[in-house]
Each structure stands twice: as C-alpha cells, then as structure tokens.
C-alpha cells in the first residue's frame, strides 16, 4: 500500500495448509498474526482480530481478494476530510479463481456494487428492496463506529455485513468512491461460492434477512424510525410512542422487498403493540381501525411465504429441466426409478 502507517491483523480460522509457516517467514513489525484453536467461520474470527485494533480505522480484506496499492491511501484522505462520515466503501472490479479480470461478465454484480445513494435513508431503502450493495472488503470504518453498534452478528452466516452495515448507516452516513480499488475475487463454480443460491442458502438468506430488518427497527429510536421512514407512515400525524409503535407494526408488515406480503414480524410487532395501556384507544381513534382488521392478518399463513414456495418450486423445476437434459442426452438408457417418478410427473 502507498499509505504505509497500518497494522495488518490477521485471523487465522482454522487454517490446515501452510499458512502459519507463510505468514512467520515475513518479518514486517505490522503484521499481527493468531491462530484461533479450530475453524468457527467468519464472524467470531472477525469479532476476535476486531478486539485487538489499536487504529483509527478499520478496514476488512478476505484471503482471496486483493487491494489496489492506492486503496488505503485513498479512503483515508477522504475520511479525514469528511468527519461526519462513518465508512467509506469502494466500487470493485471481479477475478476469477485464477485471478483473470472478470469484470465485464458480470454486469449486474457490477451494477449492484457501482450503486451509490446520497442519503442513509436511501441505503436503508436499498437495503430493506434489494439487499446487500456494498462490497465487504472495500470497507474503511472509524474505529469508534464499530465500538459505538458492535461487531458482527454471531447468529448471521449469510448476511452478516448487511446487518453491520445497517447498524452503521443507521448512526452516520456512508460514502462510497466512485474508483475500483478493489479486485473481488468471484467463484465461477457455484458450489465453491459461499453465498452461491443454493436452496438451502437462499432460505437462510431470507431467514436472516427478516431478522435483520426486526431488529434495525426494534433498535431505532422513535425519532430515528420517523425520520428514515415517516413518508410510509399509515397516518402521517403519528408522533406519540405509542403510535409509533404501531406505526413499526405497520411498517413491518409490507416491508420485505422480494415478500411484499410476509406478514410475520407486523404480526409479532402488532401482538406486542396491542398489550401497551390505550392501545385500542390509539388504533380505533388514530388510525381509524378496528381489531377486526388486524384479526384478519391471520387469516393467512405466517411461516409458508408464497415467494419463497415458489422459489422453491422453480429451483425444483429447473433441477428436473437439467436431469431430463442429462438423460435425453446421455448414451446410457439406465435411469433410476426416483428420476422416473419425477419426469413422469414432469411429462
């Protein structure tokens, strides 16, 4: 790096090749090497190198990505010079697992990362219609940020930095440089890609998703609730506790992007809202509803999405679309009796 005065901290998960004899044979006083006992993934590992910063700032750098010599230089300068911001992120370009440019495959990756908002309202907006638009390891923070909302969410495997960076945004603004300083390293086989859209892993990442949005709005405080979310209030006079409780009910209940209608963590919200003193005062009178209304919230199946049944269903139909390709083509007639039942279902 071109800015020399940093120290590197390097969390060693695990490891079961050689890379505690790679990193002794470096003699560089900066870097700061542990070993943790056994592999416990991402977020302790962070949780624990996170304890023994002593700068300033704090960036991130995954083992197979790669930073551009100006990157720390870069953001520090900006930092220094706009105290009022919180982090500082990056635009990326992409490397295959051979390190090949891979940039321009990718365009919508590209376009998700190259997103930039002006406001934490709009990146809470983003974040809550399209998920994660920030790029992990481009990420410079102020030390004291990540002291003041904590370090990554041991419960998160999936989602992890969407729900730092959603802490973050909600205390102090976020800029992101419009200059590729970071190489991200993109797996071109899916099934070496950690967050790769398996089934299993696109339930998780819409579990954790729902978890981090109950808790970015169970944390805000009233006048932070109004201040990012006001213009979807139901009544746009709610000013009292009380009513900005049921204002988060509300809230929560149409809130997930890709699950318009996932009604669960309203429901939640609402049952807790409903045991407050005049809480049927307040929905009768403020919000011009009866209890009726909220009843029928429950008319509908809590735990089985429709979105997710039918990603789901077209995963599973995909998944039968490329085995009937297999063996339509293949020069082998045997089948097995489970992938006959299926393509005959399918016929």
Not at 120 to 144: D, T, W
Not at 238 to 265: M, N, Q, V, W
Request: glycine share 4%; charged share 30%; proline share 3%.
């Amino acid at each position: 790096q071109t800015y020399k005065d940093f120290e590197l901290i390097i969390m060693d998960d695990g490891s079961t090749d050689d890379t505690e004899e790679v990193i002794k044979s470096y003699t560089d006083s900066r870097i700061k090497y542990f070993k943790m006992e056994r592999n416990s993934y991402y977020c302790h590992a962070a949780n624990c190198g996170l304890a023994k910063c002593s700068g300033d700032y704090v960036a991130f750098m995954n083992s197979d990505d790669a930073w551009l010599p100006d990157k720390l230089q870069k953001q520090l300068e900006f930092m220094e010079n706009h105290p009022e911001y919180g982090a500082c992120f990056t635009n990326v370009s992409l490397m295959d697992e051979e390190g090949h440019d891979v940039t321009d495959k990718y365009p919508d990756v590209i376009e998700a990362f190259d997103t930039r908002f002006d406001s934490q309202k709009e990146y809470l907006y983003a974040f809550l219609e399209s998920g994660n638009v920030l790029c992990h390891p481009s990420a410079l923070i102020r030390k004291n940020i990540l002291d003041q909302v904590g370090g990554f969410n041991l419960m998160y495997s999936q989602v992890a930095d969407l729900d730092l960076w959603i802490r973050i945004i909600t205390v102090a603004p976020i800029y992101v440089l419009q200059e590729r300083l970071i190489r991200f390293r993109w797996k071109t086989a899916k099934n070496d890609q950690i967050s790769s859209m398996t089934t299993a892993n696109t339930i998780r990442t819409f579990n954790e998703q729902v978890m981090v949005i109950r808790d970015m709005i169970e944390r805000m405080t009233d006048e932070q609730f109004t201040e990012f979310f006001g213009d979807k209030f139901k009544n746009k006079q709610s000013k009292t506790h009380l009513e900005i409780e049921f204002e988060k009910a509300f809230f929560l209940a149409k809130c997930i992007g890709e699950a318009p209608d996932l009604k669960i963590l309203g429901i939640y919200k609402m049952e807790q809202v409903l045991r407050m003193p005049g809480a049927m005062e307040t929905l009768n009178n403020h919000f011009g509803m009866r209890i009726h209304e909220v009843y029928e919230w429950n008319k509908e199946n809590m735990y089985n999405e429709p979105w997710l049944i039918a990603k789901l269903h077209e995963e599973h139909m995909e998944a039968v679309k490329e085995l009937r390709a297999d063996y339509e083509n293949s020069s082998s007639w045997k089948i097995t009796a489970p992938l006959r039942k299926i393509m005959s279902k399918k016929r």
